[in-house]
Structures are given as structure tokens and as C-alpha cells.
């Protein structure tokens, strides 16, 4: 079973305009971590966020929040007033006690920002 | 620079021919991941080493996979008698030893086999 899900393949939007995208995780471990990752065009995986399953206080970071809910097993990322350098492909990841260290990708939400 | 290094950047190789894969971790990181990502899809887990131990491999997709890390520094990742469906790109992570930091992840190893 896929232990995160991202519904969302591909979305597109037009600058300065909000954009969420939707995480929903699996787990029966109650000590976890979750996590994004962007990665342009060029490739590299580059680190957003990390949160804790104790820890559900959403997060603001510049134009990036994070929305946290275990109710739902949700973990959303919305980008504020988009810009064209954001496009890239987006990845919610998921890390369990019980499991270590291994990390549980989603298969990724393509967003491209169009100018 | 002080990122992870991954080496080569792209590899095309024949089947059935065997290929090696370098990863250089962050220095004071002694935590090493081996992740595969093909097109369309999230990187997969394979295998970790925390210095030179190699804690978790039962995730290495056939035993044509192995990953060392001899010296606790750098790690490789060989693919014995290459197959089409090999083709993917290889990352490297690493990260402290707290199992939940971030990991840093490499630019990557493409693999092309004809």
C-alpha cells in the first residue's frame, strides 16, 4: 500500500496565483515524520520542511506554509502569490520510528508556473 | 562545496555489462542513503549505511544490487549484469545521525542501459 499519496499529478497556474498541494499519509506508527522536498528541472532534491507527528502547528516560511492535520492525515503545502521559479515537481515524504530510517516518497505533483 | 557528490552524472552501458556508482556524503555526516527514481515517480529507498555499516539492504531490488562503504566515507552502488529495466536515476542521500533530519540528497547518477 502506498504509504503517501499525492492525488495531484500535474497542476498549473498562473503567476501570482496561490497554489496548494495536497499529502495525505498512511502510517500506524505514532512517532513520524514528515517532510518536502522540491526538484527543479535540474534535478537535485532540494529540502523544504520537516515536521513531527507531535508537533502540529502549521508553518509559515516567506510565501511556503505547511498545514498539518493529523484528523486527516494530511500534510498540504500551499506557495503564496506564485512565481515561475517555483516550477518544479514537489514531493512529500514520510519517515517512521518503527521503520527507521527509510523514507516513503509520494510519487511527486508537477507545478508549473506559467509567466 | 560541501554537498553530497555523486559520480558520473550519467552512465549508458550495455546489458548485461556491470556498472559502479560513486557517492560522496556531506563530511561530518555518517549516515548514507542509496534511493532509485524512475521516470514519473518518488525515489525508493534501497539501502543505508550509518558509517560503515550497512544497517538495511532487503529493499536492494535482486541481488545483482550491492552498495559498500568501506571506510565509513564514501559508498558505491554496483549493478551486476545490467538490465533495461535498470535504467533510472540512482540519488545518494546522507544525513546525522538523528534518523529524522533531513536527509541531503546528490544530483544524481542517470543510467542508460541499451
Known amino acids: 500500500a502506498q504509504k503517501v499519496t499525492q492525488a495531484q499529478t500535474e497542476i498549473s497556474v498562473v503567476e501570482k496565483e496561490d497554489v496548494t498541494l495536497d499529502c495525505v499519509y498512511e502510517?500506524?506508527?505514532?512517532?513520524?515524520?514528515l517532510f518536502w522536498y522540491k526538484q527543479p528541472p535540474s534535478g537535485e532534491l532540494v529540502f523544504l520542511i520537516r515536521r513531527n507527528s507531535f508537533d502540529e502547528q502549521n508553518e509559515i516560511s516567506g510565501r511556503y506554509s505547511w498545514n498539518f492535520q493529523k484528523s486527516t492525515s494530511s500534510f498540504n503545502f500551499t506557495i503564496t502569490a506564485s512565481q515561475v521559479v517555483d516550477s518544479a515537481v514537489y514531493f512529500c515524504a514520510l519517515s517512521e520510528a518503527e521503520t527507521g530510517n527509510q523514507f516513503y516518497f509520494g510519487t511527486g505533483t508537477s507545478l508549473t508556473v506559467i509567466p | 562545496d560541501t554537498g553530497v557528490s555523486q559520480d558520473p552524472r550519467h552512465k549508458i552501458t550495455k546489458r548485461g555489462q556491470n556498472v559502479t556508482f560513486r557517492c560522496d556524503p556531506i563530511?561530518?555526516?555518517?549516515?548514507l542513503y542509496w534511493y532509485r527514481q524512475t521516470l514519473g515517480q518518488g525515489p525508493e529507498f534501497l539501502t543505508y549505511f550509518q558509517n560503515e555499516a550497512q544497517l538495511e539492504k532487503s529493499r536492494l531490488l535482486s541481488d545483482r544490487f550491492s552498495a559498500e562503504r568501506p571506510k565509513g566515507s564514501f559508498s558505491t552502488l554496483e549493478i551486476q549484469r545490467t538490465e533495461q529495466g535498470d535504467s533510472a536515476m540512482y540519488l545518494c542521500a546522507s544525513s546525522l545521525v538523528d534518523s529524522y533530519n533531513e536527509q541531503f540528497f546528490g544530483p544524481g547518477t542517470r543510467l542508460t542501459v541499451l
Open positions: 563530511s561530518e555526516h555518517n549516515r
Open positions: 502510517t500506524r506508527d505514532t512517532t513520524y515524520y
